[in-house]
């Protein structure tokens, strides 16, 4: 009998998830839409299935879980990425118990759209990055000019990750970037991306769970080193604590009654201490291992808020110690980066990103289950022959 059902299991956050439900001895079934992947090829896996793809169709997707679920007798389902809000807009059609992890649609459907988050954020004294109002990317060139900024971030409304996310340096590029997106994923002007001015400071995170709106457990992390250099998945960082961005965050979660995991990113000016909300991520994140590692069991709390209650989840996690500093690396993404600086002639620069680094603890390395990491490298070997990239974006993913 298969207690999770674990679902987009190829990735670092549920394999991280894995790691921690097996070390509490419950049975976890993974499941992903492809046969490659981390928790795919790892041997702490009771059950693996596939299910279709839900960018391709909900319906189908739906009922796949379904009969997963009565297949291996599943108590609960534990999602990790994007599927998240799919498995709860359609949470009528599943037992109680199983949707008992799944966050409110309607709040998913709010943080997955980064002009709606702003709002929610700003109308609650957060601050964030000034936003140009426009109807025409014609009018970009003169109201960005009008306020003096030179250089914006473009954002399409639905992204992941550092998919969706462009840079310019001028108003000419920023009126570019914009048009070439509007016609390439066909976008009416209520989609039109988001401009929004650049932000100088360090990436910081604070990760929570909540369950029907008490906060159960925290964690504040700060970014040391991200696989883009202008943004998106980290590959080395360290918890951290402040209390400035912990506050926004709670308030964020307290005032629209959250229910379940989620990361809260911000940018913090390491000089001035000044900070602006970025996004909410309203499901499991990348960076989840350095929270597991260092004392707070995200995943486990979540079973046990939900199997035995949340006092269960309260007392377990305050028995736990956290570690500060602690640092967590991916490695492979560590690779990614490495790579790259040595083919842009930046030699001592690559050696020291892949040999000098020391962290506490490895995402995605474990002597005792070394296929995981062989199933994240052919994942990404196939997507980079197959997409022409290492960050690809799944069609209906983001836009």
Known sequence: MSDVLLTYGWVRSSYAALRNLK????????????????????????????????YVNEQLFIRRIIEICDTHSI?????????????????????????????????????????????????????????????????????ISEIGLKKTVIKLLMGNSAKGVFYADSPSNTKKIVERLIAAYQLTPERYPQVEEYVQGEGWGN????????RIAFFTHRRL?????????????????????????????????????????????SETGRFWFIEVNPRMWG????????????????WLCAIEGPDAAT????????HYPWRSRWLLGDAMVATKELLSGKVS?????????????????????????????????????????????EKGMIG
């Open 225 to 269: 080193r991200e696989k883009i250099s202008t943004g998106g998945t980290s590959t080395l960082r360290e918890s951290a604590q402040n209390p400035l961005i912990e506050e926004a965050a709670k308030n964020i979660f307290d005032k629209i009654g959250w229910h379940g995991l989620a990361m809260c990113e911000f940018k913090v000016c």
């Open 23 to 54: 070390k509490h001895g419950i049975n976890v079934c993974v499941s992903d839409s492809q046969k490659i992947g981390m928790c795919q090829f790892s041997r702490l896996k009771d059950k693996f299935e596939l299910y279709p793809s839900h």
């Open 75 to 143: 108590s609960v389902i534990l999602p990790s990425h994007n599927e998240t809000e799919i498995l709860a807009r359609h949470r009528d059609y599943l037992p109680t118990q199983l949707t008992l992890l799944l966050p409110n649609s309607e709040h998913c459907s709010l943080f997955n759209n980064k002009s709606i988050a702003y709002d929610y954020a700003e109308s609650l004294g957060i601050p964030v990055p000034s936003r140009i109002n426009y109807t025409n990317p014609d009018e970009l060139l003169q109201k």
């Open 349 to 393: 620069r690559s050696a020291k990103t892949l040999f000098g680094t020391n962290a506490d603890y490895l995402d995605d390395f474990f002597w005792d289950d070394p296929l995981a990491f062989l199933g994240q490298v052919f994942f990404y070997g196939k997507n980079s022959l197959v997409n022409l990239s290492l960050n690809p974006a």
């Open 315 to 322: 007392n377990y996690h305050a028995k736990c110690s956290i």
């Open 207 to 214: 990760s929570v769970l909540y369950w029907r709106g008490q």
């Open 287 to 302: 960076s989840i291992p350095l929270a597991i590692s260092a004392g707070v069991e995200f995943p486990y709390l979540a």
